[in-house]
């Protein structure tokens, strides 16, 4: 059993920031890739960002320059560093990882519980 926990979303004002994690623990062999998906009300899930194993990120566009995905491969986390936030960023945050268990044959995708980030104007 693999599960991820998240933590550090809130309440903030446009212009602030917050810092979103998100732990795995559990039966991991190995992680391919660790990502941050959002959705908010009347709107679809979207990728935020993601980052490999290899270390390679990606973002949308929307939050490119004010985001920042980072990892620490110790304690199997993956972080969201959300600076400059408007109240478009508005959403339930959602953390995914791609793992291979142990005496897992293929990798498989694992998500967190959700986060809400509410931003005022």
């Known amino acids: 059993q693999v599960q991820l926990v998240e933590s550090g979303g809130g309440l903030v004002q446009a212009g602030g920031s917050l810092r979103l994690s998100c732990a795995a623990s559990g039966n991991i062999f190995s992680i391919r890739a660790m990502g941050w998906y959002r959705q908010a009300p009347g709107n679809q899930r979207e990728s935020v960002a993601t980052i490999t194993s290899g270390g390679a990120t990606t973002y949308a566009d929307s939050v490119k320059g004010r985001f920042t995905i980072s990892r620490d491969n110790a304690k199997n986390t993956v972080y969201l560093q959300m600076n400059s936030l408007k109240p478009e960023d508005t959403a339930v945050y959602y953390c995914?990882?791609?793992?291979?268990?142990?005496?897992?044959?293929?990798?498989?995708?694992?998500w967190g519980q959700g986060t809400l980030v509410t931003v005022s104007s």
């Open positions: 995914r990882f791609t793992i291979r268990t142990m005496y897992g044959l293929e990798y498989r995708e694992v």
